[in-house]
C-alpha cells in the first residue's frame, strides 16, 4: 500500500463536535493518520450544516474540516456504548475530544480507564481554559478565548469597539497546539512506550501568538491596543490606497529593505533623514512617512507598484478576496487551492491544500468529509473489531449505534 503521509499507520478516534478538537483531527488525518470521527447517533455534528454557500441543501465547512475522516455513530453515554468504545481504544493511538472537563470522567472514560485499556494511549483534550484552574469547569468558545486572552483588546481602530475576527481563529490556533502536541507526545512514546494527556485551551493558545505584549507590559507598562491597518512603532508596515482604489501591502521595516524602498521610489535620502534613518526614528515618525508612502502609491497602479517594489527587493502585495485566492498562481502551483470529491454533491469541491509541504511523505486529501453519519460502522465495528453484522444490528436497535 502507498503511504498516505508520515503518521501513515497512526490510528485516531476523535470525538467531539464543532471547530477546535476536529481541527486538530483533520491536520492528523492530512498527514497520512487514519481518522475515525464519533458522532452520536441521531445527533451529528452540527458542523454538517455550516458554510455559507449552500448546493443542493448542502453546506461546506464539513467538507474540508472532516476530510479524510472516517464517519462512525456511537453513544457514549451508555455501558454498551463505552465497551464499544472501550474495545476501539485498545487499537489506537490518539484519542481527540473537546468536551468540557470533566465530561469524559461522567462517562467513566477518563485517561485513568483508558490507560488501564492501553497503555500507550495518548488523549488530546481540548478545552476552554484548560483541564485546571479555577475555570477549568467553564464551556469555551472562539470568540470569548480571543476576548479573555487580550487578542481582540489588539484588534480594531483605536478609540472604537474591538470588532470580532471574521473566523473562529481561536478554535484553529487551539487544534494546531493540540496537533504539536500529539506529535511531542507520539515521539515521546517511541521512547518510553507510554502515553500521556495532551492538554490544549483556547484562552492559552491565543495568549501564545501574542508576540512581546506581557514582556513589554511587565518591564514597561505598556498594554498594547488597537492599531488599526499598522502595528506601533513598526514602520513602514501598513496598506496604503493606489491610483485605482484598491490596497496594497507594504512592508519594509526592516534597514535593508527600507534604503530598497526608498530607491525603488525614486527618493534614497529617505534613508538617511534623521527621522527615518533606523528603526527606532521610524517607529517615531510613523505618521509622517506614512503619507509620504501612501502619496506615492496613490499615483500608481497595483500591478505597477507590486511588480516595482519586488523587483528591488522589497515585500509588498495585494489584498485580496477568496476569489483572487482561488485564482492565485503560487498558490495554485504549490497545491494550496485543492479539489475534495464531495459525494454528497456530486462533484468536487476546492478547499485548503495540506500544510506543511513535505519533501518525501507529504500529506494528501483522500476523500472530502463523510456523507452521512455512520458511513464507516460496518468498516470500523464490523472489520476493525469484529462484530457480526447481527451484533451490529442489535446495536443499532438498542440505539448504540
Known amino acids: 500500500m502507498t503511504p498516505t503521509g508520515p503518521l501513515d499507520g497512526v490510528r485516531v478516534v476523535e ?10 483531527g483533520r491536520l492528523l488525518g492530512d498527514m497520512g493518520a487514519e481518522v475515525i470521527k464519533i458522532e452520536p447517533p441521531g445527533s451529528p455534528d452540527p458542523l454538517r450544516t455550516w458554510g ?3 448546493l443542493d441543501g448542502q453546506h461546506f465547512f464539513w467538507t474540508v474540516h472532516a476530510r479524510n ?25 490518539i484519542i481527540v475530544e473537546n468536551f468540557r472537563p470533566g465530561t469524559l470522567e461522567k462517562w467513566n472514560l477518563g485517561y485513568d480507564v483508558l490507560r488501564e485499556r492501553n497503555p500507550g494511549v495518548i488523549l488530546v483534550r481540548v478545552s476552554g481554559y484548560g483541564q485546571t484552574g479555577p475555570e477549568a469547569h467553564k464551556a469555551g468558545y472562539a470568540s470569548v478565548a480571543e476576548a479573555a486572552s487580550g487578542l481582540r483588546h489588539m484588534n480594531g481602530f483605536p478609540g472604537g469597539p474591538p470588532p470580532r475576527l471574521a473566523l ?12 504539536q502536541g500529539a506529535l511531542a507526545a507520539l515521539y515521546r512514546r517511541t521512547v518510553t512506550g507510554e502515553g500521556q494527556v495532551v492538554d490544549a485551551a483556547l484562552t492559552e493558545a491565543c495568549l501564545a501568538v501574542q508576540e512581546s505584549t506581557i514582556p513589554d507590559y511587565d518591564v514597561g507598562g505598556v498594554v498594547r491596543g488597537p492599531s488599526g491597518t499598522r502595528l506601533e512603532g513598526i514602520a513602514p508596515s501598513n496598506i496604503y490606497p493606489t491610483a485605482d482604489g484598491s490596497w496594497v501591502v507594504i512592508a519594509a521595516n526592516q534597514d535593508t529593505v527600507f534604503r530598497r524602498l526608498c530607491q ?29 508612502i501612501g502619496d506615492w502609491a496613490a499615483r500608481r497602479e497595483p ?6 517594489l519586488s523587483e528591488a527587493g522589497v515585500i509588498a502585495g495585494p489584498i485580496n478576496t477568496v476569489a483572487e485566492v482561488v485564482r492565485d498562481p503560487q498558490l495554485n502551483a504549490r497545491g494550496m487551492i485543492a ?7 456530486g462533484r468536487n469541491v476546492k478547499g485548503p491544500g495540506v500544510v506543511p509541504v513535505l519533501s518525501e511523505t507529504p500529506g494528501t486529501i483522500r476523500f472530502a468529509g463523510s456523507a452521512r453519519p455512520g458511513q464507516h460502522n460496518d468498516e470500523i465495528y464490523g472489520e476493525l473489531l ?16
Open 386 to 401: 469484529g462484530r457480526s453484522a447481527a451484533e451490529l444490528d442489535e446495536l443499532r436497535a438498542e440505539g448504540v449505534l
Open 69 to 93: 475522516k472516517k464517519a462512525v455513530t456511537l453513544n457514549l453515554r451508555v455501558p454498551a456504548g463505552r465497551d464499544l468504545f472501550l474495545d476501539l481504544v485498545e487499537r489506537t493511538d
Open 52 to 54: 455559507q454557500a449552500e
Open 168 to 179: 473562529s481563529l481561536g478554535d484553529s490556533l487551539a487544534g494546531m497546539f493540540a496537533a
Open 339 to 345: 479539489d475534495h470529491w464531495d459525494e454528497r454533491v
Open 303 to 308: 500591478s505597477e507598484i507590486i511588480a516595482t
Open 264 to 292: 525603488a521610489m525614486g527618493q534614497p535620502d529617505l534613508a538617511t533623514d534623521e527621522r527615518f534613518s533606523n528603526h527606532v526614528a521610524r517607529g517615531r515618525n510613523q505618521d509622517e512617512l506614512d503619507k509620504i
Open 15 to 24: 470525538v467531539g463536535t464543532l471547530i477546535s478538537g476536529p481541527f486538530a
